[in-house]
């Protein structure tokens, strides 16, 4: 027995020893009767959970947002790229309250136009490939019909199904049976969607010049952040050389620094929101732009790269409160060129993303010309994500359906391949 401890009872053998009620010991508060559930002095009243689950409450001026327009919801496919993590339903009481209409809240699902088959048969698909290609001409119908209606893991199956089968590269064989803008749209569908971003991003800075558009509308238009580590991944493979390292010789000053922060795929993407957060960020916004003499655009930089795309949405309606007019409009007072761009573009795809990328498809069919490869990669990228939404918004922007903006500036097989992207089947 040790001094100062009181006298115990040694238990029968096989027995457990039998401890006496916890006392509370001198100079400390009363414990708590849990058996009883007695509340502890100084803390808040305990909630009464629901039988069998025990209800998290959300922490004082935190609020679940639903996802934003242009995130899938089905569950991602282990192993393949550009899958979008799932986003779970967020109660009714949770909706947030936007000042910008209703064409800018969040939907519960995205609509893409192309969606999984659900009798795939890779071995079939490729076999009426073959079909297609072999022999005198080739049937452009049914190339469109198989290429055009699968998802990007399908097309995968069905190159290494037909290298199997046949032992031919799929995308050498389409090379020779096909030619012009309608070859570039079933190349760009066959190949990986990872490597697909890689080769546009390469494809922008090569050459005499930059085509800033293109790494804006890739890098500013709100990739998840598990795709855009891919591409940084995938274009350091491709081209030994990493992504920053080429942004930052192509591009300079603050464009650069916004690149290079969105090129870190880093963003928050809890879809969690704070307005006591989204009040002191709208006035450091302010502060460092039209209360500042110059602009620290260290401070928009930071804040457009780092916050969910839903707390970017209560900073722009908290800035607008503020200021009496929106973000946007003093973004492009205190900034110019391409840095103002890919600024503006990182806000517009928060607010209304589809809005976004309808703008992008204008641009591409709009005025003398075609730019017959952005037009091809935006139909052939966002089929999978949220098409239907960009034709909306579309229509409802410049009064024209998006079929017919592509009937005018594309022709033949092209434009039927368009079509079928977009969710326009018919002739």
């Known amino acids: 027995m040790y001094p100062n401890y009181p006298n115990q009872q040694m238990p029968y053998p096989g027995q457990a020893p039998q401890y006496p009620p916890m006392q509370n010991m001198p100079g400390y508060p009363p414990m708590p009767d849990y058996q009883n559930q007695q509340q502890m002095p100084g803390y808040p009243p305990m909630q009464q959970p629901m039988p069998g689950y025990q209800m998290q409450q959300p922490m004082p001026g935190y609020q679940m947002q639903p996802p934003m327009p242009g995130y899938q919801t089905h569950a991602p496919i282990p192993g393949q790229y550009g899958d979008f993590q799932q986003q779970q339903h967020v109660p009714q009481q949770y909706a947030p309250q936007y000042s910008h209409g209703a064409s800018t809240m969040a939907t519960p ?9 659900p009798n795939f048969d890779a071995s079939n698909d490729a076999a009426i490939l073959r079909k297609a290609m072999k022999g005198f001409g080739t049937d452009e119908a049914a190339l469109i019909n198989v290429l055009c209606r699968r998802p990007c893991d399908q097309r995968m199956e069905i ?5 199997t089968a046949y032992g031919k590269d799929l995308i050498e064989s389409i090379k ?8 570039k749209v079933l190349v760009a569908l066959l190949t990986p969607k990872v ?3 890689c080769e546009e991003i390469k494809a922008a800075m090569d050459g005499a010049g930059t085509d800033e558009d293109v790494l804006i509308e890739i890098l500013c238009g ?6 855009v580590q891919a591409i940084t991944t995938e274009f350091n493979r491709l081209y030994g050389q990493t992504l920053e390292e080429s942004l930052k010789t192509e591009t300079s000053w603050s464009f650069k620094r916004l690149l290079v922060s969105l090129s870190t795929g880093n963003r928050d993407e809890s879809m969690i929101t704070n307005i006591d957060s989204a009040r002191t960020d709208a006035q450091s916004l302010v502060h460092a732009g039209v209360k500042c003499f110059g602009t620290d655009e260290s401070e928009f930089n930071r ?17 607008q409160k503020i200021r009496g007019h929106s973000l946007e ?11 103002e761009q890919g600024m503006v573009s990182v806000l517009r795809c928060a607010i209304n993303r589809p809005l976004f990328f309808a703008k992008c498809l204008h641009n591409s069919v709009a005025g003398f010309g075609t730019n017959d490869r952005d037009l091809i990669r935006l139909c052939v990228t966002r089929s999978e994500i949220d098409m239907m939404d960009i034709k909306e918004e579309y229509q409802r922007k410049y009064k024209e359906s998006l079929r017919d903006a592509i009937k005018g500036d594309t022709g033949g097989h092209y434009k039927h391949a368009l079509y079928v992207l977009i969710g326009e089947n018919k002739s």
């Open 109 to 117: 699902q995205s609509r893409p136009t192309v969606l999984r088959s």
């Open 159 to 163: 190159v290494r199904a037909y290298k």
């Open 176 to 183: 020779k049976e096909t030619s012009g803008n309608f070859e």
């Open 195 to 197: 490597q697909y971003y």
């Open 222 to 227: 709100g990739l998840p952040n598990r795709e």
């Open 303 to 319: 804040i457009l790269c780092l916050r969910n795309f839903a707390q970017l949405r209560l900073v722009a309606d908290e800035y």
């Open 329 to 339: 409009d003093d973004i492009k007072k205190e900034f110019s060129g391409d840095v």
